[in-house]
T-cell receptor, first 113, second 114 residues
Framework: AQKVTQAQTEISVVEKEDVTLDCVYETRDTTYYLFWYKQPPSGELVFLIR??????QNEISGRYSWNFQKSTSSFNFTITASQVVDSAVYFCALDQAGTALIFGKGTTLSVSS | DVKVTQSSRYLVKRTGEKVFLECVQDMDHENMFWYRQDPGLGLRLIYF???????EKGDIPEGYSVSREKKERFSLILESASTNQTSMYLCASTFGLNSYNEQFFGPGTRLTVL
Protein backbone atom coordinates (compact mmCIF):
# COMPACT_ATOMS: atom_id res chain seq x y z
CA ALA A 1 0.00 0.00 0.00
CA GLN A 2 1.10 3.52 -0.61
CA LYS A 3 1.50 5.78 2.36
CA VAL A 4 3.05 9.09 3.39
CA THR A 5 4.06 9.71 6.99
CA GLN A 6 4.83 13.10 8.46
CA ALA A 7 5.64 12.21 12.02
CA GLN A 8 5.97 15.80 13.22
CA THR A 9 2.53 17.20 13.89
CA GLU A 10 3.68 20.62 15.05
CA ILE A 11 7.02 22.41 15.15
CA SER A 12 7.73 25.76 16.79
CA VAL A 13 10.89 27.71 16.12
CA VAL A 14 12.19 31.22 16.57
CA GLU A 15 13.02 33.33 13.57
CA LYS A 16 16.40 32.61 11.94
CA GLU A 17 16.49 29.06 13.20
CA ASP A 18 16.85 26.27 10.66
CA VAL A 19 14.09 23.69 10.64
CA THR A 20 13.67 20.32 8.93
CA LEU A 21 10.32 18.77 8.15
CA ASP A 22 10.41 15.01 7.78
CA CYS A 23 8.57 12.93 5.21
CA VAL A 24 8.72 9.16 4.88
CA TYR A 25 6.87 7.33 2.14
CA GLU A 26 5.94 3.78 1.19
CA THR A 27 5.33 2.57 -2.33
CA ARG A 28 5.87 -0.54 -4.41
CA ASP A 29 6.14 1.44 -7.63
CA THR A 30 9.56 1.94 -9.15
CA THR A 31 8.46 5.14 -10.83
CA TYR A 32 6.80 7.68 -8.60
CA TYR A 33 6.71 11.36 -7.79
CA LEU A 34 6.97 13.17 -4.50
CA PHE A 35 5.70 16.65 -3.71
CA TRP A 36 5.74 19.30 -1.06
CA TYR A 37 2.91 21.79 -0.70
CA LYS A 38 2.56 24.76 1.63
CA GLN A 39 -0.78 25.85 3.11
CA PRO A 40 -0.55 29.34 4.62
CA PRO A 41 -3.28 30.65 6.93
CA SER A 42 -5.26 31.85 3.89
CA GLY A 43 -5.98 28.18 3.15
CA GLU A 44 -4.87 27.77 -0.45
CA LEU A 45 -2.27 25.06 -0.96
CA VAL A 46 0.77 26.19 -2.90
CA PHE A 47 3.05 23.85 -4.81
CA LEU A 48 6.69 23.94 -3.69
CA ILE A 49 8.49 21.10 -5.43
CA ARG A 50 8.11 17.83 -7.33
CA UNK A 51 10.70 15.09 -7.46
CA UNK A 52 10.64 11.90 -9.52
CA UNK A 53 12.05 8.64 -8.25
CA UNK A 54 14.97 8.66 -10.68
CA UNK A 55 16.33 11.98 -9.58
CA UNK A 56 17.98 11.81 -6.18
CA GLN A 57 19.80 15.08 -6.48
CA ASN A 58 19.13 17.47 -3.66
CA GLU A 59 17.37 20.65 -4.58
CA ILE A 60 17.91 24.14 -3.25
CA SER A 61 15.67 27.10 -3.87
CA GLY A 62 16.64 30.16 -1.86
CA ARG A 63 16.16 29.30 1.81
CA TYR A 64 14.43 26.04 0.95
CA SER A 65 16.17 22.75 0.33
CA TRP A 66 15.02 19.20 -0.14
CA ASN A 67 16.83 15.96 0.58
CA PHE A 68 15.56 12.90 -1.28
CA GLN A 69 16.95 9.54 -0.17
CA LYS A 70 15.51 6.40 -1.74
CA SER A 71 17.51 4.19 0.61
CA THR A 72 15.49 5.47 3.56
CA SER A 73 12.33 6.35 1.58
CA SER A 74 12.53 9.90 2.81
CA PHE A 75 12.01 13.29 1.23
CA ASN A 76 12.84 15.87 3.88
CA PHE A 77 12.39 19.61 3.61
CA THR A 78 14.67 22.14 5.30
CA ILE A 79 14.04 25.83 5.74
CA THR A 80 17.18 27.80 6.50
CA ALA A 81 16.96 30.98 8.57
CA SER A 82 13.22 30.65 9.05
CA GLN A 83 10.96 33.69 8.89
CA VAL A 84 7.53 34.44 10.29
CA VAL A 85 6.10 34.17 6.76
CA ASP A 86 7.13 30.53 6.72
CA SER A 87 4.44 29.78 9.29
CA ALA A 88 2.07 27.37 7.57
CA VAL A 89 1.01 23.77 7.29
CA TYR A 90 3.33 21.79 5.06
CA PHE A 91 2.21 18.66 3.26
CA CYS A 92 4.28 15.96 1.68
CA ALA A 93 2.52 13.93 -1.03
CA LEU A 94 3.11 10.87 -3.19
CA ASP A 95 1.72 10.35 -6.66
CA GLN A 96 -0.57 7.33 -6.69
CA ALA A 97 0.12 5.55 -9.98
CA GLY A 98 -0.53 8.68 -11.99
CA THR A 99 -4.12 9.04 -10.88
CA ALA A 100 -4.13 11.04 -7.66
CA LEU A 101 -1.94 12.18 -4.80
CA ILE A 102 -1.69 10.66 -1.37
CA PHE A 103 -1.02 13.34 1.19
CA GLY A 104 0.60 13.07 4.57
CA LYS A 105 -1.23 14.50 7.55
CA GLY A 106 0.80 17.67 7.45
CA THR A 107 3.22 19.46 9.75
CA THR A 108 2.21 22.78 11.25
CA LEU A 109 5.20 25.10 11.45
CA SER A 110 5.03 28.13 13.70
CA VAL A 111 7.80 30.68 13.45
CA SER A 112 7.84 33.36 16.11
CA SER A 113 9.73 36.65 16.02
CA ASP B 1 -2.49 34.01 -13.50
CA VAL B 2 -3.92 30.54 -13.03
CA LYS B 3 -7.09 30.34 -11.04
CA VAL B 4 -9.18 27.79 -9.24
CA THR B 5 -12.21 29.32 -7.61
CA GLN B 6 -14.73 27.82 -5.22
CA SER B 7 -18.23 29.15 -4.88
CA SER B 8 -18.13 29.87 -1.14
CA ARG B 9 -15.44 30.30 1.51
CA TYR B 10 -17.85 29.52 4.33
CA LEU B 11 -21.11 27.60 4.27
CA VAL B 12 -23.52 26.59 7.02
CA LYS B 13 -26.15 23.95 6.29
CA ARG B 14 -28.59 21.85 8.26
CA THR B 15 -28.59 18.08 8.57
CA GLY B 16 -30.44 16.47 5.68
CA GLU B 17 -30.02 19.37 3.27
CA LYS B 18 -28.66 18.84 -0.21
CA VAL B 19 -25.43 20.78 -0.60
CA PHE B 20 -23.63 21.81 -3.77
CA LEU B 21 -20.00 22.89 -3.74
CA GLU B 22 -18.83 24.38 -6.99
CA CYS B 23 -15.32 24.59 -8.37
CA VAL B 24 -14.23 26.37 -11.52
CA GLN B 25 -10.79 26.48 -13.13
CA ASP B 26 -9.72 28.72 -15.97
CA MET B 27 -6.63 26.80 -17.09
CA ASP B 28 -8.28 24.28 -19.43
CA HIS B 29 -7.09 21.48 -17.16
CA GLU B 30 -8.22 17.93 -17.79
CA ASN B 31 -8.00 16.64 -14.22
CA MET B 32 -10.01 17.96 -11.32
CA PHE B 33 -10.12 16.76 -7.72
CA TRP B 34 -12.15 17.15 -4.56
CA TYR B 35 -10.48 16.67 -1.18
CA ARG B 36 -11.60 17.13 2.37
CA GLN B 37 -9.20 18.32 5.02
CA ASP B 38 -9.67 17.50 8.68
CA PRO B 39 -7.36 18.19 11.61
CA GLY B 40 -4.95 15.33 12.15
CA LEU B 41 -6.06 13.56 8.98
CA GLY B 42 -4.52 15.69 6.27
CA LEU B 43 -6.12 15.80 2.84
CA ARG B 44 -8.22 12.87 1.72
CA LEU B 45 -9.41 12.40 -1.82
CA ILE B 46 -13.17 12.19 -2.30
CA TYR B 47 -13.55 12.04 -6.08
CA PHE B 48 -11.64 13.03 -9.15
CA UNK B 49 -12.44 13.51 -12.81
CA UNK B 50 -10.11 13.23 -15.78
CA UNK B 51 -12.59 14.40 -18.40
CA UNK B 52 -16.06 15.79 -18.90
CA UNK B 53 -18.71 13.39 -17.58
CA UNK B 54 -16.00 11.07 -16.25
CA UNK B 55 -15.50 10.47 -12.55
CA GLU B 56 -13.53 8.18 -10.31
CA LYS B 57 -13.97 7.43 -6.63
CA GLY B 58 -11.22 8.45 -4.32
CA ASP B 59 -10.51 7.15 -0.85
CA ILE B 60 -13.66 8.42 0.89
CA PRO B 61 -16.54 8.75 -1.62
CA GLU B 62 -19.33 7.63 0.71
CA GLY B 63 -21.99 10.25 1.15
CA TYR B 64 -20.79 12.30 -1.81
CA SER B 65 -21.38 12.49 -5.53
CA VAL B 66 -19.88 14.67 -8.24
CA SER B 67 -20.81 16.20 -11.55
CA ARG B 68 -18.65 17.40 -14.40
CA GLU B 69 -20.78 18.66 -17.25
CA LYS B 70 -18.22 21.16 -18.51
CA LYS B 71 -14.45 20.91 -18.55
CA GLU B 72 -13.93 23.92 -16.33
CA ARG B 73 -16.47 23.05 -13.64
CA PHE B 74 -16.47 20.23 -11.09
CA SER B 75 -19.24 20.06 -8.53
CA LEU B 76 -19.30 18.15 -5.28
CA ILE B 77 -22.74 17.16 -4.02
CA LEU B 78 -23.75 16.11 -0.54
CA GLU B 79 -27.10 14.42 -1.14
CA SER B 80 -28.15 14.59 2.51
CA ALA B 81 -25.67 16.48 4.63
CA SER B 82 -24.67 15.02 7.97
CA THR B 83 -22.72 16.51 10.85
CA ASN B 84 -19.73 14.28 10.13
CA GLN B 85 -19.37 16.05 6.81
CA THR B 86 -18.42 19.26 8.58
CA SER B 87 -15.00 19.91 7.11
CA MET B 88 -12.82 22.01 4.84
CA TYR B 89 -13.32 21.07 1.19
CA LEU B 90 -10.58 21.75 -1.31
CA CYS B 91 -10.80 21.60 -5.06
CA ALA B 92 -7.76 21.20 -7.30
CA SER B 93 -6.97 20.85 -10.96
CA THR B 94 -4.01 19.72 -13.00
CA PHE B 95 -2.93 19.68 -16.59
CA GLY B 96 -2.97 16.42 -18.50
CA LEU B 97 -4.20 13.00 -17.54
CA ASN B 98 -1.62 12.24 -14.90
CA SER B 99 -1.64 13.38 -11.32
CA TYR B 100 2.11 13.89 -11.21
CA ASN B 101 1.73 17.33 -12.65
CA GLU B 102 1.48 20.24 -10.25
CA GLN B 103 -1.97 20.58 -8.72
CA PHE B 104 -3.49 24.02 -8.43
CA PHE B 105 -5.78 24.46 -5.47
CA GLY B 106 -8.73 26.66 -4.74
CA PRO B 107 -9.04 28.60 -1.46
CA GLY B 108 -11.31 25.99 0.11
CA THR B 109 -14.87 25.94 1.42
CA ARG B 110 -15.35 25.51 5.12
CA LEU B 111 -18.64 23.69 5.51
CA THR B 112 -20.46 23.42 8.81
CA VAL B 113 -23.41 21.04 9.07
CA LEU B 114 -25.64 21.69 12.07
Amino acid sequence: AQKVTQAQTEISVVEKEDVTLDCVYETRDTTYYLFWYKQPPSGELVFLIRRNSFDEQNEISGRYSWNFQKSTSSFNFTITASQVVDSAVYFCALDQAGTALIFGKGTTLSVSS
Amino acid sequence: DVKVTQSSRYLVKRTGEKVFLECVQDMDHENMFWYRQDPGLGLRLIYFSYDVKMKEKGDIPEGYSVSREKKERFSLILESASTNQTSMYLCASTFGLNSYNEQFFGPGTRLTVL
